[in-house]
């Protein structure tokens, strides 16, 4: 994408305006560029490749033992074939939380959009994005308390019903999804929003005008139009999800095994960075993985 | 209030820098006799003020700190600056490897007229000591166990971990060497060495019904015994006391008869010390009843190693009863692993959290 923004700068270059017959175009594109990819190489470039690096390592590179360069961290799904189940389960957990998040997040949106009355509109917007601005440990924890047995739900419903037993879930993974999507929900009504807000109302009044039901306007309209911001906030959801390590620990309980709580544990608690780095690149892999599979999908959606 | 000019800033930045400057070249200073360097984390017993006061205006002795904020680095400025330091803080584990590395130098204990009272089992822990002598004098102590909800049947033994009457109701520490530990007490093994590491996790496995959470700080294991969610636990004697007294939470600490899971931090003298007899006078200080008392009342602390100082505490502290010196004949101290053991001690735990989560 830059690389393409970087010669369709240059292929305008020359008819561009040049009055002052000054430097040749590239440098100025160059310049213009230099702090982006500056930036780039230091904040991710670098420290990624140092993982990578390390990600060959027998042992992490700090204190006396020996440094041999090895490819054996990279057949931990082998010798430990629990990982796979363990990969498959964040999988699933990144699966139910992008459509989760994907549902509600779209209809947010449109009831965002669809609110003209008054300031209504800021006002949901802002409503949406205080709890965002909270740390997310502390979104976390007061879920603990919600779902916790005899928790505010439990109260809630005995309220109701004094009779009936506990409908706590802490330490499942509902309550880990339950987490996720609240946490990770706004990136979504947003990426939605600004799909959504583009599209034309006289698109929907002529639909409208010419008998098509809600549901014919939502789907065949709504849906596709808005398909650039359901793709795009999906995949800032589904990649740290599948990362994620701080909820399901919380949350969680016994359940919350997955590969970011491995991937941490290796860097914290085993101090085996190799393994912790070499996790990361094959579920970034599988991740890449994913998406290439998905790329003709993505690309139409994206280009709608 | 003066005013915040640049002048007033100035000054207050020069004073800010001299202070420093002065400061930093203290630890050097220190060779002088008189004055001995202790190596520690801050805030861990040694530095207490009213206590470095006391022990000056009786022995003379001057007392000055340097701080370490990881065992590793506390070994890294043993190893490259000999002849600054006097008096360290390491644990069993680190004190064999600093042993090891010729670091340290043979503990005097007709100098330490407390040395006799000291518990023997953690005198003569291997890791303190090599060819017959001792290499650190035992500080303070604590171990991991078993902690149950007051008025349940008291266990004696891990295996009620197992015990389907404690089904959904039991909470794991999440630390791969405690829980290779407790497998291997399970399983009839040696905590730091278990052979057959198949049974460790087979034992680990077999109390999957029962697991309810795994918790990692102490503030979480607080928050979800409150709310009832577990009744028992593996859980740091310390941390059992602090619960009891400050959350009054209804716990109860239990040592099984395999014994518990246990740690010591011992008072070793560099190799190079340059005023090893000062730092003998302040060991034995540091384990006598007088200090430890007011210590563990007044500011909180980890177990004596000394017995007479323990006794020392009032009946009714809790410490005192969490930390019983009959405990210290069955515990096992966890020692320096070797890297590829400990890489094996974290692959168990993390298949058996994996089996957890299934």
Not at chain 1, 7 to 36: D, H, I, N
Request: proline residues 5%; contains cysteine.
């Amino acid at each position: 994408m830059h690389s393409n923004q970087a010669t369709s700068a240059s292929e305008r270059g020359p008819s561009g305006p040049r009055s002052r017959g000054a430097l040749p175009s590239w440098v100025s594109a160059a310049a213009l560029l230099l702090p982006t990819y500056g930036w780039l190489t230091l904040a991710v470039f670098l420290p990624l490749l140092t993982m990578l690096v390390f990600s060959f390592m027998s042992a992490t590179p700090m204190g006396k033992a020996p440094i041999v360069f090895t490819l054996k961290q990279y057949r931990a799904f082998i010798d430990q074939p629990y990982l796979v189940g363990i990969g498959v389960t964040s999988l699933l957990i990144g699966f139910w939380t992008t459509l989760f998040c994907a549902i509600l997040g779209f209809l947010a949106a449109v009831a965002l959009v669809r609110s003209t009355f008054g300031k209504t509109r800021e006002m949901l917007l802002i409503l949406i994005l205080l709890p965002f601005w909270t740390n997310g440990l502390v979104r976390v924890f007061s879920w603990t308390m919600v779902l916790r047995e005899n928790g505010f739900l439990d109260n809630l419903l005995h309220m109701i019903a004094p009779d009936v037993g506990s409908i706590g879930f802490l330490y499942t993974r509902y309550a880990i999804v339950v987490g996720l999507v609240h946490g990770y929900l706004p990136y979504m009504i947003l990426t939605c929003y600004i799909a959504l807000v583009a599209i034309d109302d006289a698109i929907m009044e002529a639909a409208a005008s010419l008998g098509a039901r809600w549901w014919t306007i939502l789907f065949k309209i709504l849906v596709p139009l808005a398909a650039p911001g359901l793709i795009s906030g999906s995949v800032l959801i589904f990649i740290p999800v599948i990362g994620s390590f701080m909820e399901p620990r919380i949350l969680g309980g016994r359940v919350g095994v997955t590969m970011g709580t491995v991937i941490e544990d290796q860097f914290t608690q085993a101090f085996n960075w190799p393994l912790g780095a070499s996790l990361s690149f094959t579920l970034l892999a599988v991740v890449l993985a994913i998406f290439a599979t998905f790329s003709g999908v993505l690309r139409r959606g994206t280009t709608a | 209030m003066t005013e915040l000019t640049r002048r007033n800033t100035m000054k207050l930045m020069s004073a800010a820098l001299v202070a420093g400057v002065s400061f930093s070249s203290l630890p050097r200073k220190a060779f002088s006799a008189g004055t001995i360097t202790v190596l520690n984390w801050q805030g861990y017993g040694t530095d207490e003020a009213w206590s470095v006061k006391a022990f000056t205006e009786k022995t003379g002795i001057a007392v000055v700190h340097d701080y370490y904020s990881s065992e590793s680095e506390m070994l890294t400025k043993l190893r490259t600056n000999p002849g600054a330091y006097d008096l360290v803080v390491l644990n069993a584990a680190r004190c064999a490897q600093a042993v090891a590395e010729d670091l340290l130098q043979p503990i005097d204990f007709s100098k330490v007229p407390n040395a006799p009272t000291v518990d023997e089992n953690l005198r003569n822990n291997p890791n303190f000591s090599k060819d017959g002598k001792g290499f650190a004098v035992p500080w303070v102590w604590g171990m991991t166990s078993l902690a149950i909800r007051e008025g349940m049947t008291v266990p004696d033994s891990y295996a009620v971990l197992a015990d389907p009457a404690y089904k959904g109701r039991v909470a794991m520490d999440d630390d791969a060497i405690i829980n290779v530990g407790v497998g291997a007490l399970m399983s009839g093994q040696d905590i730091n060495d278990p052979k057959d590491l198949a049974a460790v996790t087979a034992a680990l496995k077999s109390i999957k019904p029962n697991v309810k959470l795994l918790w990692s700080t102490e503030d979480q294991w607080n928050k979800s015994f409150a709310a009832k969610e577990f009744d028992l636990s593996l859980f740091w004697s310390g941390g059992s006391v602090r619960s009891k007294r400050n959350s009054k939470l209804p716990v109860q600490f239990v040592v099984p008869k395999e014994g518990g899971i246990g740690w010591v931090d011992g008072l070793g003298i560099p190799a190079s010390a340059p005023n090893a007899e000062g730092a003998l006078a302040f060991a034995n200080w540091m384990i006598d009843p007088a200090f430890y008392v007011e210590w563990a009342t007044k500011v909180g602390a980890p177990a004596s190693s000394n017995s007479a100082a323990l006794a020392a505490l009032p009946v009714d502290d809790l410490s005192r009863q969490v930390h019983k010196p009959e405990y210290l004949k069955t515990m096992g101290i966890v020692s320096a692993i070797p890297d590829d053991r400990r890489e094996a001690f974290n692959n168990v735990w993390q298949e058996v959290k994996a089996f957890y989560a299934q």
